[in-house]
């Protein structure tokens, strides 16, 4: 037997002994009976991509949710804390500061941050964790893998997975000011951000 035949051996016990015009017949199937719909792609995306209505349904929630949250919550830092924050942590580069300083004045219950590697985001989250510290919030961080939730250590950010935080299946005691961190947010699937969302309600 050949190397071929081996892969061949091997795919097929690994996909249940079915062949791939079987798989291939299958997934057609599915497409043709609307259970597999078609998303846009980006023009850089060569291979064509598909999703259900429930993760459909999962999207348009969360974008709702994210909305329903905005302009309703007071600044995360008030403007004592955040002139504090900006002499302590003077070694801030200007686009690190403004980030922070955005961030602390946001009254939206979720707010991102994004930037490059490199970018020095870990920098700008200690400092924003050393904000709501001071302002009584208990500071908690969560990542799709456990080296993100590393990473978010070293901001001084007490972090898990994400997946064990939701399995953890308690909702947040009224009451408590919470500032939960959520590192590589776009490694989390739509399941599980829509229940991450559905905790902080």
């Known amino acids: 037997t050949d190397e071929r035949d081996l ?3 091997a795919l097929k016990r690994s996909m249940g002994d079915a062949s791939l015009e079987e798989v291939r017949a299958g997934f057609n199937q599915r497409v043709e009976a609307g259970e597999l719909i078609e998303a ?3 023009a850089h995306e060569p291979a064509r991509m598909y999703t259900t209505e429930k993760m459909i349904e999962l999207e348009r ?3 709702g949710l994210m909305r329903a949250g905005q302009n309703q919550h007071a600044p995360l830092g008030t403007e004592p804390t ?3 924050i900006e ?3 003077a070694h801030l580069s200007n686009s690190q500061r403004a980030a922070v300083d955005e961030i602390l004045g946001s009254r939206d219950q979720v707010t991102a941050l994004e930037g490059a590697a490199g970018a020095g985001k870990t920098t700008s989250l200690a400092a924003i964790r050393d904000a709501a510290e001071r302002e ?3 500071v908690e961080g969560f990542a799709p893998t456990s080296r993100a939730a590393q990473k978010l250590e070293e901001a001084g950010i007490e972090s898990s997975t994400l997946q064990k935080y939701l399995q953890r299946g308690e909702q947040e005691p009224r009451g408590e000011k ?3 961190v959520l590192d590589e947010s776009s490694l989390a699937s739509t399941k ?3 229940e991450f969302l559905h905790r902080l309600n």
């Open 178 to 180: 919470h500032l939960y």
């Open 192 to 194: 599980q951000m829509n």
């Open 82 to 84: 955040r002139q504090e």
């Open 7 to 9: 892969m061949r051996d």
């Open 40 to 42: 846009d792609r980006a």
């Open 87 to 89: 002499r302590e942590h």
């Open 136 to 138: 009584g919030y208990k």
């Open 61 to 63: 929630d969360n974008i």
